[in-house]
């Protein structure tokens, strides 16, 4: 058996897609331009670059780039003013402050200072517990992600057992969320999990979020289940180079799962396509417009994410 790989670089471009006819259709229909302000601390390479193609992802979508770099020496009351500022500003709709942040700087403060209605990245704690509560919210961009993806291989996942491995707040727990708002049954597992590897082989649906290369191995996949990868790992490749591999061993797992991500290609520009969706959702829901209704998986199923109405 050979597993579908789920091609997530292309469900993202269409997403893409559709959202900048949303966006047009925003800016005829009510002269509104959706603007995400992205602020930036300090000078991290690989974070320069993700937010180098957020802003074009941005652009692309026909939206508004608001990018502030700040150096690392900034001060929390700097960035909270900054913060402050964003959020009177009514050409912003979105705010995402790329982590993480110099030590000087409490994440956490940070993240609660951004207004709710604005917080793009999922992370505010209202948010947060809107999203456990079952209440529509701004929801976190990678596992939404993971969600549309698993959407793409199984039309409905309810009733199926989902494990997700990791419990991060950026990943783990929000995507066990969002599969408990689907109507699966969820299990997470984590570092101290007693036999990781039959807890795996009960899963329909496999999220995998660890951060560590290829540590799901084939014999820990139950034959068909759906298996998405959001590891994103450096190794050593060839000639010196560094490749980047997911948390599972995809060659030997794609020969047992029925359906799998790639890493590279797979969750990632998942991530960027529903961080401008957010944008989107917030836009219309500061100014009471409908939200979009884009059809999120696939040609055949249209449908909202189950109990997540737009935020
Ligand atoms: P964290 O390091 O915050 O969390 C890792 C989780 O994996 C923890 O809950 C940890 O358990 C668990 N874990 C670690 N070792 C084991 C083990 N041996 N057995 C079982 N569970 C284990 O990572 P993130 O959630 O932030 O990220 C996870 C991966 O996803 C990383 O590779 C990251 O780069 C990638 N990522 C990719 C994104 C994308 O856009 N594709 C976006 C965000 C992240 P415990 O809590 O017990 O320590």
Not at 116 to 135: C, E, I, T
Request: glycine content about 10%; some cysteine; proline content about 8%.
């Amino acid at each position: 058996m050979s597993a579908t790989i789920i091609d997530g670089k292309a469900i993202a471009a269409e997403l893409r897609g559709r959202i900048a006819g949303e966006v047009a259709r925003l800016k005829a229909a009510h002269g509104i331009m959706p603007g995400l302000a992205v602020v930036l601390v300090g000078k991290n390479p690989a974070s320069e670059v993700y937010v180098r193609n957020k802003s074009k992802a941005v652009t692309d979508a026909g939206m508004n780039p608001v990018d502030r770099y700040l150096p690392e020496s900034v001060s929390e009351a700097e960035l909270l003013a900054l913060i402050d500022a964003l959020n009177a500003d009514p050409a912003v709709n979105g705010i995402l402050v790329q982590l993480p942040l110099p030590p000087q700087i409490d994440s956490q403060k940070v993240i609660a200072a951004i207004d709710p209605a604005k917080d793009v990245d999922g992370f505010h704690p209202l948010n947060v517990g809107k999203l456990g509560s079952g209440l529509p919210a701004l929801v976190p961009c990678t596992p939404l992600g993971c969600i549309i993806l698993a959407k793409k291989a199984k039309a409905s996942l309810a009733g199926l057992d989902a494990v997700v491995i990791g419990r991060s707040n950026i990943v783990g727990k929000p995507v066990a969320q969002l599969l408990l708002a689907e109507n699966a049954t969820v299990t997470i597992a984590h570092s101290r999990t007693r036999d990781l590897a039959a807890v795996c082989r009960r899963a329909d649906v496999l999220i995998a979020a660890i951060g560590k290369p290829e540590f799901v191995r084939a014999g820990w996949i139950k034959p068909g289940a759906t298996v998405i990868d959001v590891g994103i790992n450096r190794v050593p490749g060839d000639a010196g180079k560094t490749k980047i591999v997911g948390d599972v061993a995809f060659a030997e797992a794609s020969a047992v799962a029925g359906a799998i991500t790639p890493v590279p290609g797979g969750v990632g520009p998942m991530t960027i396509a529903c961080l401008i969706l957010n944008t989107l959702r917030a836009t219309c829901a500061q100014n009471d417009v409908p939200a979009p209704n884009l059809d999120l998986s696939g040609s055949n199923q249209p449908h909202q994410l189950s109990r997540l109405p737009p935020a």
